[in-house]
């Protein structure tokens, strides 16, 4: 049992997430690795069980969460009790189920995507590249909530109907579909404000294609590799609408507290407003760990896979 040392809290740990940043770790190829042994979970939700001396401002018994963004080292979380700085726990407002609390890390990310990496001038319409996984999901709840049009690339008829179901506009099936002419189908020949791509590969560049004036392509991962085209000879193809790419990492707010915090901050109020309603997947218990991970690496969940006590 963790014991809370100064200026730290215990939680008691009742919802964890599970994310690709856990598997990674426990592989051991995670680029911000914890030192060995490690423990993988990086988002854990549950209520403060006790108090270290110097600790102002938190209950016992308080609804809170932890990512462990907000600690020194990632990983640490997939734990019944959990030992952490008072100042790195997000209070929940009591009304907000500790399960949905816990997929907010997707929000987080998904927050910073439509909010700080676009143009100043706020896009009308969005393009989410594999609109039914986690933060697929929710960059479209938060688009709809900014009022964007959402369009959204999917495999399967099934996660059409997902992806619609939590507020996509248009989808777009990636597999039997030309992506480009068809988003351009979709909006009339303007196309769209922002692209938002996790997948990278020899398809990137070709997204150049759909953005309309002053558009972003915007890369947060590269789960299929870099693309292999020349991206300035592939932007200087579409001079007449002033082309950005940009790439995001969350790890950009590794050392700027107050911005992480405040997408936190944004989204638990949306969540305690219903504005957003995460999508879990699964929901099994700690000890079935092997098996959440796998369903993650099998990439066929619709939504957030989670674990309770």
């Known amino acids: 049992m963790p014991t809370p040392g100064v200026g730290q809290v215990q939680i008691r740990a009742e919802a964890f997430g599970v994310g690709q940043p856990d598997a990674l770790i426990r592989r051991g190829v995670y680029k911000w690795m914890p030192p060995l042994p490690a423990n993988p979970g990086n988002d854990v939700a549950g209520r403060i ?3 270290g001396s110097g600790v102002e401002g938190l209950q016992v018994g308080q609804k809170v969460l932890l990512s462990a963004r907000d600690l020194s080292q990632r990983g640490g979380c ?14 929940l407002p009591d009304n907000v189920d500790l399960q949905a609390a816990v997929c907010l890390s997707n929000y987080q990310v998904a927050y910073a995507l439509l909010q700080e990496c676009r143009h100043p001038r706020a896009p009308a319409s969005v393009l989410v590249i594999g609109a039914a996984g986690g933060v697929g999901t929710a960059l479209v709840q938060l688009a709809k909530l900014a009022q964007m049009t959402v369009i959204g690339t999917v495999s399967t008829d099934e996660k059409a109907e997902f992806a619609r179901r939590h507020g996509a506009d248009h989808v777009i099936f990636y597999r039997s579909e030309d992506v480009v002419a068809r988003t351009r189908e979709l909006t009339k020949g ?11 590969g020899s398809e990137f560049a070709s997204y150049l294609g759909v953005l309309g004036k002053w558009g972003t392509l915007l890369s947060y991962n590269a789960f299929a590799g870099l693309p292999e085209e020349n991206l300035m000879a592939a932007m200087r193809n579409h001079l007449d609408i002033c082309p950005a790419v940009r790439c995001f990492s969350f790890h950009i707010y590794d050392h700027d507290r107050e911005g992480r915090r405040a997408l936190m ?8 407003h219903n504005a957003i309603k995460p999508a879990i997947s699964a929901v099994l218990k700690l000890e079935d760990v092997r098996q959440a991970h796998t369903l993650l690496e099998q ?11």
């Open 49 to 51: 069980s006790a108090l």
């Open 78 to 91: 997939y734990a019944d009790y959990v030992v952490a700085p008072a100042d790195a726990v997000h209070v």
């Open 190 to 200: 303007a196309g769209v404000g922002l692209v938002l791509d996790h997948v990278c």
């Open 299 to 309: 990439g066929s969940a619709l939504g957030k896979i989670i674990m309770t006590r």
């Open 265 to 272: 901050r944004n989204v638990i109020d949306a969540l305690s």
